[in-house]
C-alpha cells in the first residue's frame, strides 16, 4: 500500500476530494492529514472521513522536527499538498525527494510565487484579463510553484468572468484532475 500524507491550511475541499477518492483503492490510501492553522476546518472535514488530522505549528515544520516524525511514523511514501500555503521545509524535501506533489490554481509559471494562492491568483487573472487560466500540478522544491509540472489542464474565461466565477471553474478541474494526476504519478 501507498500511504499519503496531506497536508492542508484551510477548507479542505481538496483534501476530501482526495480521501473519497482512494477510499476503495487497495493500492493507496490517505493515512493522514497534516493541517497548520489551529482553525482550518480540513481537520473536520478529516474527523468525518475517519482520517487521522493532527495540528502542528510553524516551529514543528520548521525547527523540531515533529512534522517529519509523524510522516516517519505513519509510513509516509508521498507528501500532498491540497492548500498548504508555506514554503515546504528542507527536511522534508531531502526525506521526500520528488515525492511530494501541489497543485496551483493557475497555469505556472504565470500567477505564482509568494502570495499568490487561492482568491488572489483569480483577483489577478480577471484583473490581467486573461482569455484562459486553469490548474497546474506540479513536484515541488525549494521554491514557491518552481517545480517540475506534471499535468495541467486550461479553462476559458469570459469578459463577464468575476474571480468568483474563475474560482468556480477552477474548483472543477481540481476536482476532476487532481486526485488521477495523483494516482498517476504515485503508482509510476
Known amino acids: 500500500m501507498i500511504n ?3 497536508l492542508a491550511s484551510g477548507n479542505g475541499t481538496n483534501a476530501q476530494q482526495i480521501t473519497e477518492y482512494f477510499a476503495s483503492s487497495d493500492k493507496v490510501c490517505v493515512k493522514c492529514i497534516v493541517y497548520n ?3 482550518a476546518y480540513v481537520a473536520e472535514r478529516a474527523r468525518q472521513l475517519g482520517v487521522p ?6 516551529k514543528d ?14 509510513d509516509i511514501h508521498w507528501v500532498i499538498l491540497a492548500g498548504f500555503l508555506w ?4 527536511d522534508m524535501l531531502a526525506a521526500y525527494p520528488d515525492h511530494i506533489i501541489n497543485i496551483h490554481p493557475a497555469l505556472l509559471p504565470n ?6 494562492y487561492g482568491h488572489h491568483v483569480h483577483e489577478a487573472v480577471v484583473a490581467n484579463r486573461e482569455k484562459e487560466s486553469g490548474i497546474t500540478i506540479h513536484i515541488v522544491d525549494n521554491r514557491y510553484d518552481c517545480g517540475t509540472t ?10 463577464d468572468d468575476t474571480p468568483d466565477t474563475l474560482a468556480a471553474k477552477i474548483h472543477l478541474l ?3 484532475y487532481f486526485p488521477k494526476v495523483i494516482e498517476k504519478t504515485v503508482l509510476g
Open 37 to 39: 492553522r489551529k482553525d
Open 61 to 74: 515544520f520548521y525547527e523540531n522536527g515533529s512534522v517529519m516524525r509523524y510522516l516517519r511514523e505513519n
Open 150 to 159: 506534471l499535468f495541467q489542464a486550461k479553462c476559458q474565461l469570459t469578459d
Open 53 to 58: 488530522a493532527q495540528y502542528f505549528g510553524r
Open 87 to 90: 514554503l515546504v521545509p528542507e
Open 4 to 6: 499519503l500524507a496531506i
Open 174 to 176: 481540481e476536482k476532476e
Open 111 to 116: 500567477y505564482g510565487g509568494k502570495g499568490m
